[in-house]
C-alpha cells in the first residue's frame, strides 16, 4: 500500500468519525452492521472462524486469549501470513512501524499479565482506527472543514512512551511521520529518557497534544508545578493503564485549560473507547463492538459490572477478532450524554487482576478493587507517585517517592495514617500486615514501561469472596 492510500484512508475516516460522533443511533447502527458484514465475511474465510456461514455475531462463540494465540496459523486471511512469519519480522530488528510484505503492521502485547499476543492489520486497517480516536479527542473543537486547517497548523502531538519494541503505541507513534506530512507534526519522547531530557524536549517542542500513561504524566505535572516544564497543551490524552484520581486531579489543576483525553485501548483494536468534553467514555461503535461478559464468557445485565467483555474489530479483514476476551472489568451505561454522542458510555474498571482479596477475621476473602484504594491515598501532602503491591497473601508494600524538598518522613506517616485507616474501615488492620518504604523511582514494566500502581500478585483465593465495605470517611 502506498503512503497516499494510508493518508487517504487517514484523513477519509478522521472527517467521517467526527461527523460520526453526533450521527444519531440509526446511522451509528448502520455504519456498525455494514463493518460487521466485512468482518464476518473475512472471518468466514479464516480456518479459525470458518467452515460455517456467519451472518450475524451470534453465529460466533465467544474466543478466549490463549485459544486464539494457540491456533494463530489459522486466523488470516492472506496466506502469507503465519505465525513464524510474524515473528521472525519482530524478532529480527525491524523498526516498530515498519512494514512486513509492505503492507503490514505487526504488533504483540507487552506480556504484563504473562501471555504474550501477536497481531496484524494492513495499514489501511489501523490508519482507520487510529482516525477514530483522533476525531474523537477532537470533539466538539473543530467544525469538519476546520481539518483543512488543522493540517496547515501542523498539530503538533508528542508522545512519550515506551521507544522500541513492537506494542501498539510505540508502532502507532512510528507510524506519524508518514501522516504527519499531511496532518500534523509528531515525536516521541522516550518515558525512560533521563526527566531532565524528557522536559528540554517537551519545553523545544512544544506539544499541542501530550499522550502518556496517566503515571507518567503526574511526574510531568510535579515538572510543571516547579517551572521546569513550560508546555501548554490543549489536549492531554492517557493511555495504557488505568486513568488514576491522582493524575486526574494533577491534570486539573496543572493544565487547567487541556481537555484530559481518557483512551482505552487494547492491542487487538485501538480505538475501543474515547472519553467526550463531559468526561464520560464512550465506546467507539463505529470502530468496534463491546460485549460485556461474565466469567463464563455469559452476557451479562445492562449496568450491571462485567469481569471481562468480548470485543469485535471492525476494521481488521487481514486476521478477523470477533468476540474475543478482554479481562477488562466493564460496565455499559446506555443512558444519553450531555455531549450529545449517541454511543453508549462504559466505565472501566481497573484490571480484573489488581483487585486484591484479602483475608477477613472470619476466613473470608474480601474484594477490594482499586479506586477505593487510590480515593484512600488522595491528597497526601508532599507525596508525588506511589505503588502498592499485594505481594504474598494479607502482606502489602507501600513504595513512595517523596516530591522535591517533601521531608519523606512527613510522607511516610501520612501514607501511614491512611492506610492504617483503610485497613481499620474494612476490619482487616490486625489481619492484614504492610511495609510502607521510600524510593527513588517507582519501577516500570522492564519492556513495556508501563506502571501497574495497584498490583496484585496473589491469585484470587477459592471460595466465596465478599465485597468489601465501603470505607467510612
Ligand atoms: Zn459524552
Not at 42 to 71: C, I, M, N, W
Not at 114 to 121: E, I, K, P, R, S
Not at 390 to 404: G, K, M, T
Request: net charge positive; with cysteine.
Amino acid at each position: 500500500m502506498s503512503q497516499a492510500h494510508e493518508i487517504a484512508a487517514f484523513g477519509l475516516e478522521l472527517v467521517q468519525a467526527y461527523r460520526r460522533t453526533s450521527a444519531s443511533r440509526e446511522l451509528l447502527r448502520e455504519v456498525q452492521a455494514r463493518r460487521l458484514r466485512a468482518v464476518l465475511d473475512a472471518a468466514s474465510r479464516t480456518r479459525f472462524y470458518g467452515g460455517k456461514p456467519l451472518r450475524h455475531l451470534r453465529d460466533v462463540e465467544p474466543v478466549r486469549k490463549a485459544q486464539y494465540q494457540a491456533r494463530l496459523d489459522d486466523t488470516f486471511t492472506d496466506k502469507q501470513l503465519s505465525k513464524a512469519a510474524l515473528l521472525a519480522f519482530v524478532h529480527g530488528g525491524g523498526a516498530p512501524g515498519a512494514l512486513l510484505f509492505d503492507r503490514y503492521l505487526v504488533a504483540t502485547t507487552s506480556g504484563t499479565t504473562g501471555h504474550v499476543g501477536v497481531f496484524v492489520d494492513d495499514v489501511a486497517g489501523w490508519s482507520r482506527q487510529r482516525a477514530v480516536v483522533f476525531a474523537r479527542m477532537f470533539q466538539g473543537m473543530l467544525t469538519a472543514e476546520g481539518f483543512a486547517m488543522l493540517a496547515r497548523r501542523r498539530y503538533r502531538l508528542a508522545f512519550v512512551i515506551a521507544s522500541g519494541g513492537h506494542w501498539l503505541t510505540s508502532i502507532l507513534a512510528g507510524r506519524m511521520p508518514t501522516l504527519g506530512r499531511a496532518f500534523a507534526d509528531s515525536r516521541i519522547v522516550p518515558v525512560d529518557a533521563p526527566l531532565p531530557t524528557v522536559v528540554r524536549e517537551l519545553n523545544a517542542f512544544q506539544p499541542l497534544l501530550l499522550h502518556s500513561y496517566p503515571t507518567f504524566l503526574e511526574v510531568l505535572c510535579a515538572e510543571a508545578r516547579k517551572g521546569a516544564l513550560r508546555i501548554d497543551p490543549e489536549i492531554v490524552s492517557a493511555g495504557s493503564e488505568p486513568l488514576s484520581l491522582a493524575c486526574r486531579e494533577a491534570v486539573r489543576a496543572t493544565f487547567p485549560k487541556a481537555r484530559l483525553v481518557e483512551t482505552y485501548a487494547a492491542t487487538e483494536c485501538l480505538a475501543m473507547a474515547t472519553s467526550c468534553p463531559h468526561g464520560a467514555v464512550h465506546v467507539n461503535e463505529d470502530a468496534c463492538m463491546l460485549e460485556p461478559v461474565d466469567d463464563r464468557l455469559e452476557p451479562v445485565a445492562p449496568g450491571v459490572e462485567a469481569s471481562r467483555v468480548l470485543v469485535t474489530n471492525l476494521s481488521n479483514v487481514v486476521q478477523p477478532l470477533v468476540r474475543y476476551e478482554l479481562t477488562d472489568s466493564v460496565s455499559v451505561d446506555d443512558a444519553p450524554c450531555p455531549c450529545g454522542s449517541a454511543m453508549a458510555r462504559i466505565k472501566v474498571r481497573g484490571r480484573t487482576d489488581d483487585t486484591f482479596f484479602l483475608v477477613d477475621g472470619q476466613g473470608r476473602a474480601q474484594a477490594h478493587p482499586p479506586i477505593p484504594i487510590e480515593v484512600a491515598f488522595l491528597g497526601v501532602p508532599g507525596l508525588l507517585q506511589y505503588q502498592l503491591v499485594h505481594e504474598a497473601q494479607n502482606r502489602l508494600r507501600l513504595s513512595f517517592v517523596a516530591d522535591e524538598g517533601a521531608p519523606p518522613g512527613d510522607v511516610a506517616a501520612g501514607l501511614d495514617a491512611r492506610l492504617t485507616r483503610y485497613l481499620k474501615d474494612h476490619g482487616l488492620l490486625e489481619h492484614v500486615g504492610y511495609l510502607v518504604e521510600q524510593i527513588d523511582a517507582v519501577e516500570r514494566h522492564a519492556k513495556s514501561k508501563k506502571l501497574r500502581q495497584i498490583e496484585s500478585r496473589v491469585a484470587r483465593p477459592p471460595g466465596e469472596v465478599v465485597a468489601a465495605i465501603e470505607a467510612r470517611r
